[in-house]
């Protein structure tokens, strides 16, 4: 019954939106359409004012050239900012160095997902000091069932971790955890294993 009463309400409403449609349609085909906004004219040759204001730039001046030619700059001590330079230099070299060994240093994965249907790319190594989400995920979950055994020491010598890192991995991350809350009341619907 709810089906037809709100069928028919929306007959009525096209019935009120198509009353007079083709009138409306005429009345607004025949209005008569917006002027365009009109063009800005083009300028025309350049005038001979400013033929003269591009001379009087072009001109050298006497007297600022001999103020130009006054100014005097002074620099002292080059061999000192040659030497801050070159320490500069050697000190950003060594830093690259330093960071182009740590990325040599990898280390094999110890646990891995099957990439076949997942499309990932298939890791054989990491760097030191990081984890894959699988490893971490592994980690984390044995920290849990075992603290004792796993202790943030031998996770951090197992994965060749930063031991103030992995401290703070295990503090601040959790892996998921399911928790079935019972009912307050016994009365509530519960399911049934089957």
Do not use: C
């Amino acid at each position: 019954m709810l089906g037809i009463i709100s069928n028919m309400g929306a007959r009525v409403a096209r019935l009120f939106r198509n009353v007079n449609l083709e009138n409306r349609v005429h009345r607004e085909i025949s209005k008569e359409k917006p002027r365009a906004a009109p063009r800005h004219e083009p300028t025309g040759p350049p005038s001979a004012g400013s033929t003269e204001e591009a001379d009087t730039v072009n001109q050298k001046s006497d007297p600022l050239l001999a103020n130009l030619q006054s100014v005097f700059v002074q620099s002292t001590d080059p061999a000192a900012a040659a030497a801050a330079a070159s320490a500069a230099a050697a000190a950003a070299e060594a830093s690259k160095t330093v960071a182009v060994s740590k990325e040599m240093e990898r280390r094999p994965l110890k646990y891995s997902l099957p990439v076949d249907g997942y499309g990932l790319a298939e890791l054989t190594d990491v760097p030191k000091g990081k984890l894959t989400i699988t490893e971490a995920l592994k980690a984390l979950g044995s920290h849990q069932q075992q603290p004792q055994a796993w202790t943030p020491e031998k996770i951090a010598q197992d994965y060749s971790l930063d031991l103030k890192d992995t401290k703070a991995l295990l503090e601040f991350f959790i892996p998921f955890q399911i928790q079935i809350i019972p009912p307050k009341t016994d009365s509530a619907k519960q399911i049934k294993a089957s």
